[in-house]
């Protein structure tokens, strides 16, 4: 969905109360809202859609019930990128209900789209509203509300899209529930610019649950970085789907529907946001290999030194050929070394994390071997590592050779081991060095001594060697690295030298300009 394109009506099911066209009832709409609840289940950009309803709760006065009890709405946000997270998901709907028993549950997201008839069966009472819906559920839950806008809203006009939504919802994981523990993030925001993948890789259901590529317009980007830090961010990640497929809202599409022409690419937005807000840390939540090109990291090396972080995500998902080629990838692993080359000639010391399922079919022990060795032999700073999880209707579920469940849990926990020591061997460089940090919280609530932790423009987690300032939450200091944390070997600790007040000076690691 487009900046330009009109706001989808709700197609609520009646069923569940609802008036045509998923209107409530008028006793029900008058009906006073004191508090809501949201849990979160998956992605950065469930996250991002998630607080527009936040928004629009705060601003008409709803306050956000943290575990659920007393709320008058509860709000579920559902993933299905793995049967795990289907199984989180119908875990979280019951705990839902228990929290909130009198309140209106709603139910949106992925896990809806794809398995509907599933959450109206474990949940009779609750409103179903599909990832194709999802335009229409900000005017959804204005009509809960029963309340008109407030003085200096304006006019009344159409509903705004979840796709303009800024995001400042922070502690949901890949697959993780929020379970009221998400908190508004003052100093990190994720910004949607994209949705939908065409990808097809033979084990994702993320296609037919989220649809095809479409972006955001840059002015609704930028209008929703420039939202960002009047609240006071000072970082925000731009997020998506296949985020590599950026168009500007507009794309021209030849043969078998491969883009030949866009609005504006990933870079050119990059280009915009650097050169129009005043924002002092950008990053990537995830971008695949074969779209890191030149033009990016030019953005990012040149215009965006030193507000671009030296940070980088990109899914690899095996290292093994064969599978790859079974999971229906675009790249092998020369083409996957190729990039990361490219990547750390550009941005030397930049930080590379990846993503690698366990248990694909038909790898067996040789091919995990393979790929074992060649997470190994990449060096990368971080891992997130995934349990191969069948998903009906996805040719992976169909192929022969199905990794039994014992082994694929066994490989993933060889894979988590190799995880920590890859973030304990980055952690470990930084000793000796300076890193500009993004402060979040207190290391230890209970300890007001225990200091402040962040992360580092590489995505280190470091953490104050005491209490330098009564509250560091937001700011942006120059810390020297002394040494790793003995609670914590996969976080720094140092001392701050100074706050950064305004646009960063720049990530303390070397960058140099994008090889032609």
């Known amino acids: 969905m487009t900046e330009s394109s009109p706001a989808a009506p709700s197609r609520v099911a009646a069923s569940h109360g609802a008036g045509p066209a998923g209107t409530l009832p008028p006793a029900a709409a008058s009906q006073r809202v004191r508090a809501a609840a949201i849990t979160n289940v998956g992605c950065k950009v469930n996250q991002a859609e998630m607080d527009a309803v936040e928004r629009l709760l705060r601003t008409r006065g709803v306050e956000i019930a943290p575990d659920g009890a007393g709320a008058d709405i509860h709000l579920v946000n559902t993933c299905t990128v793995t049967a795990i997270a289907d199984d989180k998901s119908r875990k979280a709907v019951r705990r839902a209900r228990r929290a909130s028993p009198a309140a209106t549950v709603i139910v949106t997201g992925c896990s809806v789209q794809v398995g509907r008839a599933s959450f109206a069966a474990l949940d009779p009472a609750a409103r179903l509203i599909a990832n194709e819906d999802k335009d229409g559920l900000l005017a959804e839950i204005e009509r809960l509300l029963g309340t008109q806008p407030l003085p200096g ?14 995001p400042t919802l922070a502690g949901v994981e890949m697959e993780g529930i929020a379970d009221g523990r998400a908190r508004i993030d003052r100093t990190r925001a994720y910004i949607k610019v994209q949705d939908g993948c065409s990808f097809f890789c033979t084990y994702c259901i993320i296609p037919r649950a989220r649809g095809a590529e479409r972006s955001l317009a840059p002015g609704t980007v930028l209008a929703d970085v420039r939202r960002a830090l009047a609240a006071g961010h000072r970082e925000i990640v ?8 950026y168009d500007g809202g507009r794309s021209e599409r030849g043969p078998r529907g491969a883009r030949v022409r866009a609005a504006l690419t990933l870079a050119g937005l990059v280009r915009r946001i650097l050169a129009e807000t ?9 971008i695949e290999p074969q779209h890191l090109d030149d033009d990016l990291l030019a953005a990012w090396t040149g215009e965006g030194a030193g507000r671009c972080l030296p940070h980088v995500h990109l899914p690899l998902q095996s290292g093994d050929d064969g599978v790859l080629r079974r999971m229906g990838r675009r790249y092998a692993t020369v083409d996957y070394v190729r990039v990361v080359e490219r990547v750390r000639a550009a941005i030397p010391g930049v930080a590379i994390h990846a993503d690698v399922i366990a248990g694909f079919p038909g790898e067996d022990d040789a091919a995990f071997a393979r790929s074992l060795a060649f997470l190994r032999g990449l060096d990368p700073a971080g891992l997130h590592v ?19 469940h014992a082994i694929r849990k066994e490989r993933a926990a060889q894979l988590l081991d190799q995880a920590a020591a890859a973030r304990r061997r980055y952690a470990a460089r930084a000793v000796g060095h300076r890193r500009t940090v993004l402060f979040e919280e207190p290391a230890d609530a209970r300890e007001p001594g225990a200091g402040w932790v962040g992360h580092a423009e590489d995505y280190v987690i470091v953490r104050t060697a005491g209490p330098a300032l009564s509250s560091l939450s937001g700011q942006v200091a120059i810390v020297q690295i002394d040494r790793i944390d003995s609670a914590d070997p996969e976080r720094a600790v140092g001392r701050i030298e100074r706050l950064v007040r305004g646009v960063a000076a720049g990530p303390s690691l070397p960058v140099v300009p994008s090889p032609a």
């Open 278 to 286: 005043p924002v002092d840390r950008i990053r990537l939540s995830s």
């Open 238 to 245: 731009l997020t998506g789907i296949n985020i590599g497929t």
């Open 153 to 166: 809203d304006g006019p009344p006009g159409p509903p705004q899209p979840l796709d303009g939504a800024l």
């Open 386 to 404: 995934f349990r191969y999880s069948a998903r009906p209707g996805t040719p992976a579920a169909r192929m022969a050779g199905q990794v039994p």
